[in-house]
T-cell receptor, first 113, second 110 residues
Framework: GAGVSQSPSNKVTEKGKDVELRCDPISGHTALYWYRQSLGQGLEFLIYFQGNSAPDKSGLPSDRFSAERTGGSVSTLTIQRTQQEDSAVYLC???????????FGSGTRLTVV | RKEVEQDPGPFNVPEGATVAFNCTYSNSASQSFFWYRQDCRKEPKLLMSVYSSGNEDGRFTAQLNRASQYISLLIRDSKLSDSATYLCVVNRGNFNKFYFGSGTKLNVKP
């Protein structure tokens, strides 16, 4: 597609439930990133996929968080047993390899109640 | 020490003013540099890349100082629409991993 697509745009879930957030990157972009941003805060790096390399998971805050990228394209971020502190906007971005800039999706606003 | 550091601001300036932000980075191996703009409750969007020779895009000028490991963004003739958070982004080049600053908030007042 023309841009990075994320779904759902908004998600309200009950504490303790699992959620899946989807990111569809720009076609041909080999690098994909997940960030999260709490209200009024900066971007917090979560995970990074680059081609067929092992993902950089160094930013995942706990083992309740996991992400996959199937076929080098679509990525799913899964949060198990959600907690209220997981409430944030989850942003996905993609880029071509080689240090070029990247493009963000419009994010998924997750609210855990 | 954080990879990328920025003054969070806010910078409150009148319309028409010139304002400058700096951003420092810790890794001398960093290779690519960018400024992103983020409006309230929106995703960040690329404002401009920062080249070694410096670059200008209309009212915006970006510069890189490798010796002192900082990049700057200068905004001339500020407009109300320039009000946003400006994010400094640095890429080391290995595996294309980017590092974001926490952003500098700019408020342009009438």
């Amino acid at each position: 597609g023309a841009g990075v697509s994320q779904s759902p745009s908004n998600k309200v879930t009950e504490k303790g439930k699992d959620v899946e957030l989807r990111c569809d990157p720009i076609s041909g972009h080999t690098a994909l990133y997940w960030y999260r941003q709490s209200l009024g805060q900066g971007l917090e790096f979560l995970i990074y996929f680059q081609g067929n390399s092992a993902p950089d998971k160094s930013g995942l805050p706990s083992d309740r968080f996991s992400a996959e990228r199937t076929g080098g394209s679509v990525s799913t971020l899964t949060i198990q047993r959600t907690q209220q502190e997981d409430s944030a906007v989850y942003l996905c971005a993609s880029s071509l390899a080689g240090g070029s800039s990247y493009t963000f999706g419009s994010g998924t606003r997750l609210t855990v109640v | 020490r954080k990879e990328v550091e920025q003054d969070p601001g806010p910078f409150n300036v009148p319309e028409g003013a010139t304002v400058a932000f700096n951003c420092t980075y810790s890794n001398s191996a960093s290779q690519s540099f960018f400024w992103y703009r983020q409006d309230c409750r929106k995703e960040p969007k690329l404002l401009m890349s920062v080249y070694s020779s410096g670059n200008e895009d209309g009212r915006f000028t970006a510069q890189l100082n490798r010796a002192s490991q900082y990049i700057s963004l200068l905004i001339r003739d500020s407009k109300l629409s320039d009000s946003a958070t400006y994010l400094c982004v640095v890429n080391r080049g290995n595996f294309n991993k980017f590092y974001f600053g926490s952003g500098t908030k700019l408020n342009v007042k009438p």
